[in-house]
T-cell receptor, first 114, second 108 residues
Framework: EAQVTQNPRYLITVTGKKLTVTCSQNMNHEYMSWYRQDPGLGLRQIYYSMNVEVTDKGDVPEGYKVSRKEKRNFPLILESPSPNQTSLYFC?????????????FGPGTRLLVL | EDQVTQSPEALRLQEGESSSLNCSYTVSGLRGLFWYRQDPGKGPEFLFTLYSAGEEKEKERLKATLTKKESFLHITAPKPEDSATYLCAVRDNNDMRFGAGTRLTVKP
């Protein structure tokens, strides 16, 4: 089944404790992206990647890191999480390098930083 | 600054009562306007992509249209299963920008 998977789905952590949210897609898509979703603000792009070893900042990159060493994986790293990073996170992928076609979203990761 | 604004924030309809959702945008170079549906606790699900003014696309009870400044998602004779949040997004170069969404409730 074609899908985007994220792990973990739910995470409670404390301020300053490094964490990684994994994202994997099995559709051989070139474009991958991370978003956070907050009430009233909608989805905001954190980082995106047009291909392996190519990443770029979205609208809200501060406090986040990403890497794209393989085509299928695009992990999101929070080196020192803070409470304002409490949010619902979505990973997405798209067939084209520019992401001009539809994006396929993962199920989401709900993060609470205490 | 690029902006995407959706209205209304919430919409309640009776089953069978047609209506429209609006997405207005200001971007320097539109490379695609997207509509997604999002159910509670799930990731957005793709509905339509529109690329140029005048373009229209349909899927079951939904029809999306595009002008130079806005897009409409028309819902004809909605059913309770159409209840969801509908998201609009625009692509400007490599950035993807989403609106806050319209939460649609269809009552039987």
């Amino acid at each position: 089944e074609a899908q985007v998977t994220q792990n973990p789905r739910y995470l409670i952590t404390v301020t300053g404790k490094k964490l990684t949210v994994t994202c994997s897609q099995n559709m051989n898509h070139e474009y991958m992206s991370w978003y956070r979703q907050d009430p009233g603000l909608g989805l905001r792009q954190i980082y995106y990647s047009m291909n392996v070893e190519v990443t770029d900042k979205g609208d809200v990159p501060e406090g986040y890191k990403v890497s794209r060493k393989e085509k299928r994986n695009f992990p999101l790293i929070l080196e020192s999480p803070s409470p304002n990073q409490t949010s619902l996170y979505f990973c997405a992928s798209s067939p084209t390098p520019q992401g001009a076609l539809a994006q396929y979203f993962g199920p989401g990761t709900r993060l609470l930083v205490l | 600054e690029d902006q995407v604004t959706q209205s209304p924030e919430a919409l309640r309809l009776q089953e069978g009562e047609s209506s429209s959702l609006n997405c207005s945008y200001t971007v320097s170079g539109l490379r695609g306007l997207f509509w997604y549906r999002q159910d509670p606790g799930k990731g957005p699900e793709f509905l339509f992509t529109l690329y140029s003014a005048g373009e229209e696309k349909e899927k079951e009870r939904l029809k999306a249209t595009l002008t130079k400044k806005e897009s409409f998602l028309h819902i004809t004779a909605p059913k309770p299963e159409d209840s969801a949040t509908y998201l609009c997004a625009v692509r400007d170069n490599n950035d993807m920008r989403f609106g806050a969404g319209t939460r649609l409730t269809v009552k039987p």
